[in-house]
């Protein structure tokens, strides 16, 4: 979740960002599929999280990670598509209803 739905899918969104000039259309194109894939990924972590049902610590840790890994860029990543990384983490875990769990539990 934190590797491929944070850290890596900041740097697709900065990459696609870059492309958007349209001076390379393949390879937007490409990574564009690249991204679709990532999606995948991310909505099997999520499955797996779900299916785990992972105690509110785990939730908490995933969340406080998410802010950390969204930097792991640094400046190579632009600070808007940074920042939306961890917000679009807690939406995921929240429509997932694992923050709802978490709540619950607290």
């Known amino acids: 979740m934190i590797l491929e739905g944070i850290v890596l899918y900041a740097g697709l969104h900065a ?10 259309p393949g390879v937007r194109a490409a990574v564009g599929r ?19 049902q992972p105690s509110p610590h785990v939730i908490d840790d995933v969340l406080a ?3 950390e890994a969204a930097g792991a860029w640094g400046d ?3 600070s808007e598509i940074r920042e939306a990384m961890a917000p679009m983490c807690r ?5 997932a ?6 709540a619950a539990a607290a």
């Open 34 to 52: 690249v991204e679709l894939d990532e999606r995948g990924h991310i909505g099997f972590g999520l499955r797996c999280l779900i299916d785990a």
């Open 91 to 95: 939406h995921r875990l929240s429509v």
């Open 65 to 67: 990670s998410a802010e």
């Open 15 to 24: 990459l696609l960002e870059d492309l958007e000039d349209g001076a390379l």
């Open 97 to 102: 209803k694992l923050l709802a769990t978490r």
């Open 76 to 78: 190579a990543v632009p």
